[in-house]
């Protein structure tokens, strides 16, 4: 039956208020308008995030909403003058968006891009303002400018990368957000040059891939930093070297890192979202060049902080959105990537399950064993 224009109902996972369970509800979802694109999804993935934004700890955090920012689909239909993809193409929703026209895309100095940017922070579409989702009348709102816990969603033109076709959907939905983060803030946002020692604070999806990036690049050393001991067998088939965990010692990890290598290393990667440790992997940094990159999302109200002389000896503390990956232009290429075995993605997949099944997602993301949980939407 052709749904092109219609409202869909379908199966969504609705997060009605912080941290009580998620509801599996029928929702209506209305068609695209203008520079929107309705979505069949049929994989996503859960990613620490949503988590995070369900704990009522993130400022931009709406409810109800439909959470879900790492997935794959099928196009269903399009508004009015979407001309970059059509019913039946294969994509992945993404949430930093590139309209390839806005200051910031044509800086040539960032991946973020300005043009959905206040709507999506909002849970609404910038068209109208207002949320494509409903319940019995009453709006939804959206996350991230994805809302991929829902079997169809409504995304801006923007934020769709249009994937190889062959390309098997309930794998490359990793490509949405945990696998580029960790390669791209390595590749694109340190620049890790061959022979650097790294050091990798968090071992979970995101500190995996980036200790992958950090092999691809050529790094002499990759030293892997975790509360829990059980990740390094995991990590060493992602490229880390030598493991640390800061449990087992008296000294602060910065200072055992700095002592395990003459100095400090010359790239840390923070990839859990604890202020403490941000500051502890900045503080390993070698003198004069070392170079940290906060990758993980830190609650509302918890800030940084070091001594300034840190950074006037030379260090250099940054931040990476998505990899610094340009998301239309170089998530297809990453797919591609994929298809020719040069970068992982099945082995961060432990688990899969139903959309009917989130919550026991949710649980098993909090579980030492588990990397990246995938749902298929449509069992
Ligand atoms: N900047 C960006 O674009 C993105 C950021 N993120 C953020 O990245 C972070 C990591 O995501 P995942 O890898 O999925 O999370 P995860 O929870 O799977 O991994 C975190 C790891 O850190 C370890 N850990 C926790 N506390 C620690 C401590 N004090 N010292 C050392 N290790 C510790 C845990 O044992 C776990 O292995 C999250 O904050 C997530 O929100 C995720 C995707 C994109
Ligand atoms: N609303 C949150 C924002 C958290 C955040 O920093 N998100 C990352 C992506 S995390 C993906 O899993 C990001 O890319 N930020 C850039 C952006 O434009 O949102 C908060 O305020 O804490
Ligand atoms: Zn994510
Ligand atoms: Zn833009």
Known sequence: MATQGQVITCKAAVAWEANKPLVIEDVQVAPPQAGEVRIKILFTALCHTDAYTWSGKDPEGLFPCILGHEAAGIVESVGEGVTEVQPGDHVIPC????CRECKFCKSGKTNLCGKVRAATGVGVMMNDKKSRFSIN???IYH???TSTFSQYTVVHDVSVAKVDPQAPLEKICLLGCGVPTGLGAVW???KVEAGSIVAVFGLGTVGLAVAEGAKAAGASRIIGVDIDSKKYDTAKNFGVTEFVNPKDHDKPIQQVLVDLTDGGVDYSFECIGNVSVMRAALECCHKGWGTSVIVGVAASGQEISTRPFQLVTGRVWKGTAFGGFKSRSQVPWLV??????EIKVDEYITHELTLGEINKAFDLMHEGGCLRCVLSMHE
């Not at 949430?95 to 590139?98: I, N, P, R, S």
């Not at 591609?336 to 075995?341: A, C, F, G, P, R």
Request: overall charge positive; proline content about 5%; charged content about 30%.
């Open 95 to 98: 949430y930093q968006a590139e």
């Open 137 to 139: 009348g009453k709006p």
């Open 143 to 145: 996350f991230m400018g």
């Open 188 to 190: 694109n946002t340190a």
């Open 336 to 341: 591609d990537k994929y298809m020719k075995k």
